[in-house]
Every structure is written in structure tokens, then in C-alpha cells.
């Protein structure tokens, strides 16, 4: 019934689940601590949620972007593309939090 190309890795549900919960909660602190502005910023983190969740297929677009004209010419490798990811969304949001508090 199920193809086993759709099933899902342990690893891949398990940083999807962590990352999903960990942007909505501080989705859930930015909005209560300084209103929709502040949670509409973290919308800016849907990208590197998205490398998590993705980082195979993220990690593999090559060619040329527009506005900087610089070409990319071999894919990036999904574990540091993942992580790196990881940290940007671990360190970025309680700084920007936790300035609006002070």
C-alpha cells in the first residue's frame, strides 16, 4: 500500500518535530512578550526551519542568483547545512527576544 521512498528517517521526524516545536515556542514568547510585530519578525526563521527539514533537497540547488551574480557551483552537504540551520534558530530568536524585554 505505502511506497517505501515516502516513509520517513527516525533522525529526519525527530528534527522535524524539535524544530517545528522550538519555532512555535518562541513564536508563542515573541507574541506575548512584544505583540505581532515581534512575531511576524520570526517569520524570517521559516527558511533555516526548512533547511532542518530539508536539507537534502536545499542543500543541492546550485546556479547562479540573481541579485549577487555569484555561482554555486557544487551542492552544500546537508549535515552542515542542517546544523548550521540548528544554530541559527537555537541563538538568533532569544537574542532578539530578550532585547525587547530590556
Same mark, same amino acid.
Request: proline share 6%; glycine share 6%; charged share 15%.
Given at each position: !500500500?505505502? @511506497? =517505501?521512498? %515516502? =516513509?520517513? &528517517?527516525?533522525? @529526519? *521526524? $525527530?528534527?522535524? $518535530?524539535?524544530?517545528?516545536?522550538? /519555532?512555535?515556542?518562541?513564536? %508563542?514568547?515573541?507574541? =506575548?512578550?512584544?505583540?505581532?510585530? !515581534?512575531?511576524?519578525? *520570526?517569520?524570517?526563521?521559516? *527558511?533555516p526551519v526548512a533547511c532542518i527539514w530539508f536539507p537534502e533537497e536545499l542543500g543541492s540547488v546550485t546556479g547562479v542568483f540573481h541579485h549577487s551574480f555569484d555561482?554555486? &557551483?557544487?551542492?552544500?552537504?546537508?549535515?552542515?547545512?542542517?546544523?548550521?540551520?540548528?544554530?541559527? /534558530? !537555537? /541563538?538568533?530568536?532569544?537574542?532578539?527576544?530578550?532585547? /525587547?524585554?530590556?
Amino acid at each position: !500500500m505505502f @511506497d =517505501s521512498n %515516502y =516513509s520517513i &528517517d527516525t533522525s @529526519d *521526524l $525527530l528534527h522535524r $518535530l524539535f524544530s517545528g516545536f522550538l /519555532v512555535a515556542a518562541w513564536g %508563542y514568547v515573541a507574541f =506575548s512578550s512584544g505583540g505581532m510585530e !515581534m512575531a511576524l519578525r *520570526l517569520s524570517f526563521f521559516l *527558511l533555516p526551519v526548512a533547511c532542518i527539514w530539508f536539507p537534502e533537497e536545499l542543500g543541492s540547488v546550485t546556479g547562479v542568483f540573481h541579485h549577487s551574480f555569484d555561482r554555486v &557551483d557544487a551542492p552544500s552537504h546537508p549535515g552542515f547545512l542542517r546544523w548550521t540551520c540548528w544554530i541559527i /534558530v !537555537m /541563538v538568533i530568536p532569544p537574542i532578539l527576544i530578550f532585547k /525587547v524585554w530590556q
